[in-house]
């Protein structure tokens, strides 16, 4: 799956990068940055359902 981050809505709680931290880090703005474009890892997806913004997009 291909993985982004909507950084317009992204609040910079930073949920993503704790529970994902293989794909997603937070950045010298704070907000989150995807450090992969494609991957399988499931915590993508928990991240995706935890974020509290929905700024997680997926793309299968
Ligand atoms: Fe931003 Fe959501 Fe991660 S608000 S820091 S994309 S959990």
Redesign the pocket.
Known sequence: MKVK??RD?????????SICPDV?E?DEEG??KVLVEETDLECVKE?AE???????IIEE
């Open positions: 981050v909507d809505t992204c609040i910079g709680c930073g949920v993503c990068a997603f937070m907000k989150a991240a935890s974020c509290p913004t929905g700024s997680i």
